[in-house]
């Protein structure tokens, strides 16, 4: 579907968040299905697959794409006396990857934002989208995994925060309830300096989906890691937060830790399969190899 077949659904522009909160609950109520567009980089690719839909039965396209409330970059205090950045769930990849408050604080989302897809798509695509969409591929959620972001959902009855690690429950499917969108996403910044990893391995930088996508993050303190987050796409249902993983590298330091531990943790944390971009084996290799050198890094660091 073109920008042009949008003629062919109902549609609405509410003018703020409490208005679309509103509609969102009053439709929800009546089984209504409604989609929340903001960049339409996944909906619109989506419609060309989907199957055919009677004018009568198409679901009302929120537009959320202007309203100010999903949009802003700020950066904060917590309530642990660090800084939080706050990222509105309609804020784009561009806007993202020029923001100098990401570049020095969170230079792995930054990173992340420079290879989601062409320019083009970076001036429209959003971190909202990206997670709600849900797919295993999601680069953006990849970076928030390892960043151990949290979520704020908002609806008419208020607003929750939901970790990273507990929205998805399994593909395309999460806690998102009808009446509800994401608000935001918050993140507990690391010190300044920490290290991280991002690699893309598809058959082209920033323009193809992901065979293997890869996202670290670490605060390591006297030789252990004090932190540790890890995010993997394209090789499970879901982005996958390689749980194993993480506790191995925080069951102690990280010179007693081999590249023979991190393979087995790696392999059994990811369920990769074949299809048209790649191979399970192909996969299951691409992300031993890369949670390995990242520990190398560590270990170097």
């Not at 009855?157 to 009808?178: D, E, H, M, Q």
């Not at 935001?184 to 598809?202: D, I």
């Not at 191979?279 to 560590?298: D, K, N, S």
Request: with cysteine.
């Amino acid at each position: 579907m073109s920008v042009a077949g949008l003629a062919l659904h109902p549609f609405t522009a509410p003018k703020s968040l409490d208005e679309a909160l509103a509609l969102l609950a009053e439709r929800a109520a009546k089984s209504e299905k409604t989609v929340l567009l903001a960049g339409g980089t996944d909906w619109f690719v989506e419609r060309h697959v989907a199957p055919a839909e009677e004018a009568g039965t198409l679901p009302l396209v929120l537009d959320v794409s202007r309203l100010d409330a999903l949009r802003g970059i700020s950066l904060g205090g917590d309530t642990l006396g660090g800084d939080t950045l706050r990222i509105g769930a309609a804020a784009t990849y561009l806007e993202i990857r020029k923001d100098a408050r990401v570049a020095a604080r969170c230079p792995l989302l930054a990173a992340t934002a420079r290879d989601v897809g062409a320019l083009q798509i970076q001036a429209r695509g959003t971190l909202g989208g990206n997670l709600a969409s849900g797919s295993p591929a999601a680069d953006g959620v990849t970076a928030l995994a390892a960043l151990d972001a949290t979520l704020v959902l908002a609806s008419a009855r208020g607003t929750r925060r939901v970790p990273i690690s507990g929205f998805y429950t399994g593909y395309r499917k999460s806690v998102l309830l009808a009446d509800e969108l994401v608000e935001a996403v918050e993140v507990a910044l690391p010190p300044e300096g920490s290290p991280f990893a991002w690699r893309k391995v598809g058959t082209r930088q920033a323009q193809a989906i992901s065979k293997v996508a890869f996202a670290g993050l670490a605060v390591v303190a006297g030789g252990r890691l004090a932190r540790l987050g890890l995010g993997m796409a394209s090789v499970a249902p879901t982005v996958a937060l390689l749980p194993t993983t993480r506790a191995l590298g925080l069951s102690k330091p990280l010179a007693e830790i081999s590249d023979a531990d991190v393979e087995k943790a790696v392999l059994a944390d990811v369920s990769p399969i074949d299809d048209v971009r790649s191979t399970a084996a192909y996969r299951r290799h691409v992300a031993v190899r890369l949670v390995q050198r990242f520990f190398g890094e560590l270990r170097g660091s």
